[in-house]
T-cell receptor, first 114, second 113 residues
Framework: GAGVSQSPSNKVTEKGKDVELRCDPI?????LYWYRQSLGQGLEFLIYFQGNSAPDKSGLPSDRFSAERTGGSVSTLTIQRTQQEDSAVYLC????????????FGQGTRLTVV | DQQVKQNSPSLSVQEGRISILNCDYT??????FLWYKKYPAEGPTFLIS?????DKNEDGRFTVFLNKSAKHLSLHIVPSQPGDSAVYFC????????????FGTGTRLQVTL
């Protein structure tokens, strides 16, 4: 596709359930990032992929959060045993190379944990 | 600890006038700065960036100024247009690139007719 695509756009889940969020980066972009934006906050870095490996996972808030990337393309962010504080907009971005001067963002997945 | 701060949550400017959005940072290791614009239900869109070796970068109606000694940057939009109404995020990186960005909380700009 022409841009970064995320699915689903909205997800409501019950506390304690697991969720998977998907990101399709721009074709050919080797770098992929996950951020989240909680209510009233700025975007918070979660994890960075270069190809299929994640050299920087420092932003993942707990071991309930994990992410993988396959084929140097699609990435999945998994949140296990969701909590209400996980409610946020999860944004994915990609760039051509890590040394890119800009990252292109998807529209985000709004996660609501009830 | 908020390393990138946008102290004005909102700003209203008349069409045709200049909009000035401000951003302060505390981490002296930041060496690359970006501005993103965000419309509701959309992801942030890159606007303009500046490296710490410069103090000004201009792109059409958008100019970013960087004052390293004050750890302050600003985005000027002139002339402001109604389509500029959006939330503007300041972001910073210590890698010299757009990887691992630290974002401010955003400023909502409203351009009125």
């Amino acid at each position: 596709g022409a841009g970064v695509s995320q699915s689903p756009s909205n997800k409501v889940t019950e506390k304690g359930k697991d969720v998977e969020l998907r990101c399709d980066p721009i074709s050919g972009h080797t770098a992929l990032y996950w951020y989240r934006q909680s209510l009233g906050q700025g975007l918070e870095f979660l994890i960075y992929f270069q190809g299929n490996s994640a050299p920087d996972k420092s932003g993942l808030p707990s071991d309930r959060f994990s992410a993988e990337r396959t084929g140097g393309s699609v990435s999945t962010l998994t949140i296990q045993r969701t909590q209400q504080e996980d409610s946020a907009v999860y944004l994915c971005a990609s760039s051509l190379i890590p040394q890119g001067n800009k990252a292109f963002f998807g529209q985000g997945t709004r996660l609501t944990v009830v | 600890d908020q390393q990138v701060k946008q102290n004005s949550p909102s700003l209203s400017v008349q069409e045709g006038r200049i909009s000035i959005l401000n951003c302060d940072y505390t981490n002296s290791m930041f060496d690359y700065f970006l501005w993103y614009k965000k419309y509701p239900a959309e992801g942030p869109t890159f606007l303009i960036s500046i490296s710490s070796i410069k103090d000004k970068n201009e792109d059409g109606r958008f100019t970013v100024f960087l004052n390293k000694s004050a750890k302050h940057l600003s985005l000027h939009i002139v002339p402001s247009q109604p389509g500029d109404s959006a939330v503007y995020f300041c972001a910073a990186s210590d890698t010299g690139t757009a990887s691992k960005l630290t974002f401010g909380t955003g400023t909502r700009l409203q351009v009125t007719l």
